[in-house]
């Protein structure tokens, strides 16, 4: 994009944004994501569960990173969903002012 084709969306001088507020159903819509996320991260930690127990006998060398990294991305990917509803509501009032 050109500076001039970006000229084109600035506000002009003096407007503001729009404050954006939520209805009331987005703490709920949060809180039912989180349950969603929380229920995919057990469903997550089980089949890596199985994968090591159905792989215990083959005994490859450095096969228990894999597993590691596995259990890690599951871990890590439902603590930043679930967080999410708590992080929305400490941050409060996202308008841009």
Do not use: K
Not at 55 to 70: D, V
């Amino acid at each position: 994009m050109t500076s001039s084709s970006l000229a084109g969306l600035a506000l002009p001088l003096g407007e503001h944004l729009a404050a954006y507020n939520p209805s009331p159903d987005a703490g709920t819509i949060l809180g039912v994501l989180a349950w969603c996320a929380s229920a995919a991260g057990v469903g997550g930690l089980l089949i890596v569960g199985i994968q090591m127990a159905i792989q215990l006998r083959r005994g490859e060398p450095g096969e228990g990173g894999a597993y590691f990294r596995g259990f890690f991305f599951v871990t890590l990917a439902c603590l930043i969903a679930t967080t999410a509803g708590p992080i929305v509501a400490f941050l409060g009032d996202l308008s841009l002012h």
